[in-house]
């Protein structure tokens, strides 16, 4: 076993390995952000070169952009593709409905979007992400500039009028500077604890003139793959209220592994 590949990231390649599993031939993937998404890029990569394995991805972010260049993944545009057949992405949190917070790596709006854009989104995680409620990870809200203290200022009213529990928002940095997201615009980070009613809640944000996009996908994932550290993988589908458990060998995996954490 590699030993520079800490317990989490085997997790989250385990989980990334399996949900590659539902690429075939000729589909239109959309391709997420973060660091278990770049493993699924990576695993992706190694199919295509090593299966032949032929697939259009649309990558989320300019960071999964250059990831898919480096591995080999051929990318489009959404404009180009209009719609996908998958998109496979990380999350922040999930719950047992599999509703989502997402946006802790700033690419909420694209994420959201293409995964709206695709006839499948499965979401690969470790177990570090399940909460019983939605709302310890802050909530990503994206806003557009203009009057963003505006905008920070009515979504704190809105909070107080929907009684929610943390009500700190703060906007989010790249060390002494805002964070700017891939569409030019700033984050503002909602410091919930709970969130009681996730898909009000979502609403309520996106009638805020200013908000371009709030972190909450209600009823958008289908199928998550859980990673574990010891090898097991769970598969929870959704729509047809399936469990399964599987064990990926990781020894089997060490070239793999070695070729991916280059
Ligand atoms: O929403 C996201 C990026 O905007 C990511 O999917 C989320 O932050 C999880 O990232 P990681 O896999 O690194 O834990």
């Known amino acids: 076993m590699p030993a520079d590949l800490s317990p989490s990231d085997k997790a989250k390649f385990l989980a990334a390995k399996r949900a ?14 973060g660091s278990t998404a770049a493993w699924m890029v990576r695993c992706l990569g190694e199919r295509i070169r090593e299966e032949g394995l032929k697939i259009t991805g649309v990558p989320t972010s300019r960071r999964t952009y250059d990831l898919a260049q480096q591995v080999g993944v051929p990318v489009a545009t959404l404009e ?13 949190e999930y719950d047992s409905q599999l509703n989502l917070i997402k946006g802790g790596g700033g690419a909420l709006l694209q994420e959201k979007i293409v995964a709206t854009a ?5 979401v ?15 909530l990503p809200v994206e806003v557009i500039k203009f009057g963003w203290q505006t905008t920070k200022l009515l979504i704190e009213e809105t909070l107080i009028n929907m009684d929610v529990m943390g009500r700190e928002c703060s906007l989010r940095m790249n060390v002494d500077e805002p964070y700017i997201t891939d569409e030019g615009n ?4 909602l410091h919930l604890r709970r969130i009681a009613k996730p898909s009000q809640l979502s609403l309520v944000l996106n009638q805020i003139p200013g908000v371009v996009e709030n972190g909450l996908f209600i009823d958008i994932c289908d199928v998550l793959v859980i990673g574990h550290q010891d090898g097991r993988v769970e598969v929870r589908d959704i729509n047809n209220g399936t469990v399964e458990n599987e ?8 070239n793999l592994f070695q070729d991916l954490s280059d």
């Open 186 to 189: 700033y984050i503002l980070d």
């Open 80 to 92: 180009e593709t209009r719609w996908l057949d998958l998109t496979i992405d990380g999350a922040d």
């Open 118 to 122: 695709s006839d499948q989104m499965i």
């Open 124 to 138: 690969i995680a470790d177990i570090t992400k399940q909460v019983e409620t939605l709302g310890a990870f802050p």
């Open 20 to 33: 590659v599993d539902y690429v075939k031939d000729g589909m239109r993937v959309g391709l997420g952000t």
């Open 247 to 254: 064990r990926i060998d990781i020894l089997e995996e060490d």
